[in-house]
């Protein structure tokens, strides 16, 4: 099966990359990726021999056009993924998210390919720290960031484009990952490499916005279930029951460094900042018969820290300019 995923250089998908190629042999992957600020060909580095890293944008219609004519499988990862980011340039989240789906969209139709469209729990907006509820299919969509209302947006295309033209497509819309090869310019590998750093964790505003963390080869097998079994047209929520206020995350990663639970630092909050996402996975735990298999958060955490730990070639070369970024912004 000739597969085509876009956005392979960054954290999940290629992390996507990495588990197709452990465990589809007969995959021959293609990974066409803009290598943005947030995608490294060194991420793809140990699976080079297996993968053909094509570097071009997924708004360039004729690129799309002849990569998607060669594939029988496209899975969508590509995308400006940082809300803080979009509150700075929303510009390039239009660009990436809404008319670099439209240009894969028309490219599938056109050649009949098979499309899965990964998307974010984000669209559906956030719930009350207090509320019993969590995320299902029928939530309605709620964006609040230019990043997730474009994320929404992206997601609404799929849809019609199965509707109106009988695209052959799926959609996943999974809670916050964390594993190898995430960007530090996220909340979990911020704090690891702070903290690597001998530096403290911080945290935006008091702390207790929730998010519901899965490990990111359980995001992947979810995908793979869907495309080898999920239905035409239908939406599957992603999650693994994670959820976890930042505070905690933070004092974990404090335990694991045996370092003082009260050694962070409160810094600004975020602009609209999202309470709390939470993933009713029902769908897809009782439809395709997936289960998470990183259950133990604790332990996930400490593998991941190792990997940093490990791994700072890979991170470093980022570390001050996204720290700087932040710092002119008092986060
Ligand atoms: P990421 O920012 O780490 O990686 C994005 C990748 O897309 C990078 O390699 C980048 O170079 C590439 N890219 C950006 N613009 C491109 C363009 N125009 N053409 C081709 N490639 C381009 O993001 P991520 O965290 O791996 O997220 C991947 C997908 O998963 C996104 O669609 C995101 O919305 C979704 N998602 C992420 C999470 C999460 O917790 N990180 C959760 C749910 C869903
Ligand atoms: O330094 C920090 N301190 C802090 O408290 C950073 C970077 C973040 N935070 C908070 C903000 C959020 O409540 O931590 C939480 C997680 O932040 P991010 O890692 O920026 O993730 P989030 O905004 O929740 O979005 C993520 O999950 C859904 C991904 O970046 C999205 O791509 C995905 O769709």
Known sequence: MRVLVT???GFIGANFVHQTVRERPDAEVTVLDALTYAGDRGSLAPVADRVTLVEGSITDGPLVDRLVGESDLVVHFAAESHNDNSLDDPSPFVQTNLVGTFTLLEAVRKHGVRFHHISTDEVYGDLELDDPAK???????????????????????VRAWVRSFGVQATISNCSNNYGPYQHVEKFIPRQITNLIDGGRPKLYGA???????I?????NSAVWAIVEKGRIGETYLIGADGEKNNLEVVQTLLEIFGRDPGDFEHVNDRPGHDLRYAIDASKLRDELGWAPRYTDFRSGLEATVEWYRANEAW?????????????????
Do not use: C, I, M
């Open 315 to 331: 991170w470093r070369p980022a570390k001050a300019a996204v720290e700087a970024k932040y710092a002119a912004q008092g986060q």
């Open 135 to 157: 995320f299902t299919p029928s939530t309605p969509y709620n964006p609040s960031s230019p990043y997730s209302s474009t994320k929404a947006g992206s997601d609404l295309l």
């Open 215 to 219: 490990h990111v080869e359980d995001h």
């Open 207 to 213: 702390g207790l916005n929730v998010r519901d963390w």
């Open 7 to 9: 956005g392979g250089a």
